[in-house]
């Protein structure tokens, strides 16, 4: 099953939502007002469109997520990935590179994942 868009206020919503959940409708308004200013009017719209393409469940008033942040976030690079660098990998690397400066401990990190992907293991 392909992961449902999730567009950038959307994404800071269920940063919240992944936070706290599974939490009641009513404490995501107040959550959602205190920390992105928003109404409860909004609230409730992101909750049902979020509902209706499958990246939540609201039931008796009690949210919880469909989607992991993980699985949003990894449809989200894919995405960039084949936009923005006609899904070559290597370009993006190159670009991300190119531009960021990565400490040693980070490097290292890196190539620690690298050597598990080519042994077959995963994360």
Not at 6 to 34: N, T
Not at 88 to 117: C, G, N, W
Request: contains cysteine; charged residues 30%; aromatic residues 8%.
């Amino acid at each position: 099953m392909e992961t449902p868009k999730v567009f950038e206020s959307e994404y800071r919503f269920c940063l919240i939502l992944w936070e706290h959940e599974p939490v009641k409708s009513s404490e995501l308004v107040a959550l959602c007002k205190e920390q992105l200013g928003w109404k409860p009017t909004t609230t409730y719209t992101v909750i049902k469109r979020l509902s209706e393409r499958g990246v939540l469940k609201n039931e008796n008033t009690v949210v919880t997520s469909l989607v992991t942040k993980d699985q949003v976030q990894a449809a989200q690079i894919n995405e960039m990935v084949e936009k923005t660098f006609e899904g070559s990998l290597p370009a993006f690397v190159a670009a991300f590179t190119k531009h960021q400066k990565l400490s040693d401990a980070e490097i290292d990190v890196v190539q620690q994942m690298i050597d598990r992907y080519r042994k077959g293991e995963s994360q």
